[in-house]
């Protein structure tokens, strides 16, 4: 079975839709003009939409290992969320299941939200248990250039807690796109348990002023081997 849930992990986290939005067309001039992108996007918006609603997104997933190539395709279904309960906090959980098509094997975890949808944790099918020790919310009005930290998260390997088998923290960047978009990038850093980076995971995706997303790419980079995973829409 594919080591997906490392490959996801930043996109999972997000909770976005990934169909991809369509590009406008130019115009007549033959000098190229940067666009100016109104002041503010609704980052958190188009997240929160997500978490709310739920979507089902096909993904194709290329895998170089140490010169080897292998590539894949999948479908992520993120299903609406629900009144859920973490660690005696009442919110919200949502699931998310990873599919794929040549394989019988299925990978889910499920993610659990307060009422202002921010993470509190999150438990998966290989029995690790997450949960959030830091969080700062997305941002509500991001501007192009912005950056920020977002969560900080320790995982168990079981739900006993009694042994940590990583930690994590992401952090986010605002990099200009169109006149009416802006590419939301996120930085997630993975360790092992004695704090030695395992990995580093970026995600990049749009976000238009009508709080629309589609992902960009995903790519993950090992820090202890020659290993590289890169994801796109289908």
């Known amino acids: 079975m594919l080591n997906s849930n490392t ?12 169909a991809l939005a369509a590009c406008g067309g130019g115009g007549g001039s033959s000098h190229a003009s940067t666009p100016t992108p109104p002041a503010t ?5 188009a997240i929160n939409h997500q978490i709310i609603n739920g979507t089902q997104i096909p ?28 660690e005696g906090q009442a919110g919200l959980s949502g699931t998310q299941t990873e ?17 202002n949808y921010n993470e ?28 920020g930290d977002l969560d900080s998260v320790t995982t168990y390997s079981d739900q006993t807690k009694a042994s940590v088998w ?22 997630l850093k993975t360790y092992d348990a004695d704090h030695a980076l395992l990995q580093t995971t970026d995600t990049r995706f ?3 002023t009508a709080s629309n997303t589609s992902l960009v790419s995903t790519d993950v980079v090992s820090a202890i081997k020659n290993y590289t995973q890169h994801v796109t829409p289908q």
């Open 166 to 187: 990583q930690t994590s923290t992401s952090s986010y960047s605002v990099e200009p796109d169109t006149d009416t978009s802006i590419i939301f990038h996120i930085t």
């Open 120 to 147: 509190l944790g999150r438990t998966n099918s290989d029995g690790e248990y997450s949960v959030v020790t830091a969080s700062h919310p997305y941002p509500a009005a991001a501007h192009v250039h912005d950056t």
């Open 41 to 45: 996007f609704p980052v958190a918006a």
């Open 206 to 208: 749009r976000v238009d």
């Open 7 to 18: 490959a996801l992990r930043s996109l999972i986290l997000t909770g976005f839709v990934t």
């Open 59 to 86: 993904l194709k997933l290329s895998i170089n290992d140490a010169g080897q190539l292998f590539n894949y395709t999948y479908t992520l279904t993120i299903a609406p969320a629900i009144a859920a309960t973490f």
């Open 99 to 115: 599919s794929y098509p040549d394989t019988p094997n299925t990978w889910s975890q499920t993610i659990y939200y307060d009422s």
